[in-house]
C-alpha cells in the first residue's frame, strides 16, 4: 500500500470509532450523555452493545497504527510514535473494558494522558495550531469536570477532548494524502 493509502486509513480510524460509540450510544436507550462515561457502553457484563463499542475501538486502534507507520511517521515522526502509544491504549480501552475495573480506569487515564502528550509533540514539530486548540480544549473540557463536577459525568468531555485531538490527525492525514508523491 502506498502512502496516500495509508493517509485514508488515518481518516478511517476516528470514523470508525465514533460510528460505533455513536451507534452504541444510539441503541442504549439507558446511556446518557450527560452522566455515563462512554465506556460505560463497553462495559461487558452490563451493555447489550458491548461488542459493538469494543470492536470499533480495536478496528480503529489497529487501522490508526496502520496509519502511522504507512504514512504519519514521513510526516511528523515524534508524533506518530506518541500516536502509536494513544493507538494501543484506545485497544486496551476495548480489551480491558469496565468490567475489569481499576485496569480499565488505569488504561482510559493513559489514553487521554497519551492524547494529550501526541498534541504537545505534534503542536512543537510541526506549529501546528490546531493541536494547541485541542491542548486547551481538552485540558479546559477535563479541568471544569474535575473542579466543578460539570458536566457530573465524564462522556462529554472524553468525546469533546477526543474530537479536538481527532481535528489534527484528520486534517494531517488529508494533507498527506493530497500531497505530492514523494
Known sequence: MGERTYAVLGMLAPAIAYLAIGASAAASPWFDWWVNALSDLGHSERSGVASI???GLLLSGFLATLSLFGAMRKHARYTAYCLLSSA???QL?????EAYGPLHLTVS???FISLGISSLAYLLER???LALASIIIGLGAWII???WGFPPGPAIPETLSSLAV???IVVSAVKIH???PS
Open 53 to 55: 463499542f469494543n470492536f
Open 178 to 180: 493530497f500531497s505530492e
Open 145 to 147: 469536570h474535575w473542579a
Open 166 to 168: 481527532t481535528s489534527w
Open 127 to 129: 506549529r501546528s495550531i
Open 88 to 90: 494501543f491504549t484506545l
Open 109 to 111: 487515564w493513559l489514553l
Open 93 to 97: 480501552v476495548a480489551v480491558f473494558d
